[in-house]
């Protein structure tokens, strides 16, 4: 019985100290150039001038359809963009920003006299036990936390992001 017990300790000991394994990746592969971002066909890839590193599937917005036009409107921009920040404490699991808004979506909501919003990101899940399903988001990119950690540890701030339809 005594070592039964040691054993079921050793095991749950294990199992503990596996689930606190860091959600921080390294990568020493080549520099992701660029990340294109596919919304009609829910692709993102990771790329080295044109060679794809990396493609993953994803969630969008509530209304994935179209150019974000102004905060609350639940669609993710579409344009030329910047990664400009990152954030380790993520409700999301991990992000990286989106330098959303730029100067043509001020000037463009300024003349339609709304709020562009902002705090867009590519992003984990707010559960690790979300496995997707229909698009979900505020206006961001969401995917598994595995694969934001991949995309995490591989893209640097100052990327560009080309956001198609």
């Not at 493609?55 to 963009?81: C, I, M, S, V």
């Not at 003349?111 to 919003?117: C, M, Q, S």
Request: proline share 5%; glycine share 10%.
């Amino acid at each position: 019985m005594l070592i039964s017990k040691r054993a079921m300790l050793a095991g749950s000991a294990a199992f503990a100290l596996s689930a606190c394994s860091s959600k921080f990746k390294t990568y020493d592969g080549p520099q992701v150039t660029r990340v294109l971002v596919y919304k009609g066909k829910r692709s993102m890839f990771l790329m080295h001038d044109d060679a794809v590193l990396k493609g993953y599937r994803f969630e969008l917005g509530f209304a994935p359809q179209g150019h974000k036009q102004q905060e609350g409107d639940g669609r993710t921009p579409e344009g030329n963009y910047l990664i400009n920040r990152r954030n380790p404490n993520s409700n999301f699991h991990l992000s990286l920003g989106i330098d959303y808004p730029n100067e043509e979506d001020v000037a463009r909501a300024l003349e339609a006299g709304v709020d562009p919003g902002g705090d867009i990101f590519i992003h984990g899940q707010k559960s690790r036990w979300r496995k997707g399903g229909d698009d979900w988001t505020w206006g961001c990119i969401a995917v598994t936390n595995k694969e934001m950690e991949e995309i995490y540890a591989m893209v640097r701030d100052g990327t560009p992001i080309d956001i198609m339809p």
